[in-house]
């Protein structure tokens, strides 16, 4: 970054739940210059700003959606994404260390110093956190009509139990090196870095873990089956869970997903999209730099 003083550009989805929150907060802090747009507008006001970013660096206000669209206008730009979370659960940022509370979040953009990270596409579409077909997407739809009466949490557990019931398996073609392995699954689970799945930290990029697509497929079509293979990779951790043959795990740089029907919908980072079959994801090698507090020692390669 910089060491010219400059005011650092701030973009707030005026869409987001947050934006209320996240315009007071930009406004007891004189470092940044403020727009607030609407979502159609996102990708062209991150660009504008990244053009007039002297001191080469942006603030984005919003949650993992905001921030996935934000990334993607950066992808292949010097620009340093700044990051004041307003979603609901905050992966990316989380994962990085960035705080929910606003001051601090706010130090930390002002601060801190940044490393580059992954992003994930798959058929020209990115994703920072994680993508999935089968299972999550109709927990998605789910929870989306069931938080129209309760809130987020029990909205999400209501709809967890409605895909279990509602469990369905699909044909799935996995092509990963040249090698093809075919699969009757209800679920394919695809995280940017390896993910930890055992508790507290279930769903979390494992520290300095491999870079990569964490692709994990469950293979059994059995409800029993399947709640049994999730309470031991919750237990035990994916690598115990790996050993079942009811479940497959992979970290690969590429791979290629040939669904039964020709276009199927997936889930990106909590999005619903239909695409077209084959699903072609890559990983995109350190395609963002993020500014982030410093890790701890003890997380440090070393």
């Given at each position: 970054?910089?060491?010219?003083?400059?005011?650092?550009?701030?973009?707030?989805?005026?869409?987001?739940?947050?934006?209320?929150?996240?315009?007071?907060?930009?406004?007891?802090?004189?470092?940044?210059?403020?727009?607030?747009?609407?979502?159609?507008?996102?990708?062209?006001?991150?660009?504008?700003?990244?053009?007039?970013?002297?001191?080469?660096?942006?603030?984005?206000?919003?949650?993992?959606?905001?921030?996935a669209t934000a990334a993607t206008?950066?992808?292949?730009?010097?620009?340093?994404?700044?990051?004041?979370?307003?979603?609901?659960?905050?992966?990316?940022?989380?994962?990085?260390?960035?705080?929910?509370?606003?001051?601090?979040?706010?130090?930390?953009?002002?601060?801190?110093?940044?490393?580059?990270?992954?992003?994930?596409?798959?058929?020209?579409?990115?994703?920072?956190?994680?993508?999935?077909?089968?299972?999550?997407?109709?927990?998605?739809?789910?929870?989306?009509?069931?938080?129209?009466?309760?809130?987020?949490?029990?909205?999400?557990?209501?709809?967890?139990?409605?895909?279990?019931?509602?469990?369905?398996?699909?044909?799935?073609?996995?092509?990963?090196?040249?090698?093809?392995?075919?699969?009757?699954?209800?679920?394919?689970?695809?995280?940017?870095?390896?993910?930890?799945?055992?508790?507290?930290?279930?769903?979390?990029?494992?520290t300095d873990g491999r870079q990569?697509?964490?692709?994990?497929?469950?293979?059994?079509?059995?409800?029993?089956?399947?709640?049994?293979?999730?309470?031991?990779?919750?237990?035990?951790?994916?690598?115990?869970?790996?050993?079942?043959?009811?479940?497959?795990?992979?970290?690969?740089?590429?791979?290629?997903?040939?669904?039964?029907?020709?276009?199927?919908?997936?889930?990106?980072?909590?999005?619903?999209?239909?695409?077209?079959?084959?699903?072609?994801?890559?990983?995109?090698?350190?395609?963002?730099?993020?500014?982030?507090?410093?890790?701890?020692?003890?997380?440090?390669?070393?």
């Amino acid at each position: 970054m910089s060491d010219t003083p400059s005011r650092i550009p701030a973009i707030i989805n005026s869409a987001s739940g947050s934006a209320e929150a996240s315009r007071a907060a930009l406004a007891t802090n004189d470092a940044f210059q403020v727009r607030e747009v609407p979502p159609h507008l996102l990708t062209e006001a991150v660009k504008e700003a990244a053009a007039a970013a002297t001191g080469g660096r942006v603030l984005i206000a919003g949650g993992d959606g905001t921030i996935a669209t934000a990334a993607t206008a950066l992808m292949g730009t010097p620009v340093e994404m700044a990051i004041l979370p307003g979603g609901t659960l905050n992966h990316f940022a989380r994962d990085l260390g960035i705080e929910a509370d606003a001051s601090a979040a706010l130090l930390t953009a002002v601060a801190a110093g940044c490393r580059p990270v992954d992003i994930g596409e798959v058929n020209g579409h990115f994703f920072l956190n994680t993508s999935s077909v089968g299972a999550y997407v109709h927990f998605v739809r789910e929870r989306e009509k069931l938080e129209r009466t309760y809130g987020y949490l029990v909205a999400s557990g209501l709809a967890a139990l409605r895909a279990l019931g509602d469990l369905r398996s699909m044909r799935v073609s996995l092509e990963i090196d040249g090698a093809t392995r075919v699969y009757r699954t209800p679920l394919v689970f695809i995280g940017v870095g390896e993910r930890e799945l055992q508790l507290p930290t279930i769903g979390k990029r494992v520290t300095d873990g491999r870079q990569g697509l964490h692709v994990m497929i469950v293979r059994s079509q059995s409800r029993a089956r399947l709640l049994a293979v999730a309470l031991s990779a919750a237990a035990l951790g994916v690598e115990s869970a790996a050993k079942s043959p009811e479940f497959d795990s992979f970290i690969v740089d590429s791979c290629s997903i040939t669904l039964g029907r020709r276009r199927r919908t997936v889930a990106l980072d909590g999005e619903l999209l239909k695409l077209e079959s084959p699903l072609e994801f890559r990983n995109r090698r350190d395609a963002i730099t993020v500014v982030c507090p410093p890790r701890a020692p003890d997380e440090v390669p070393g």
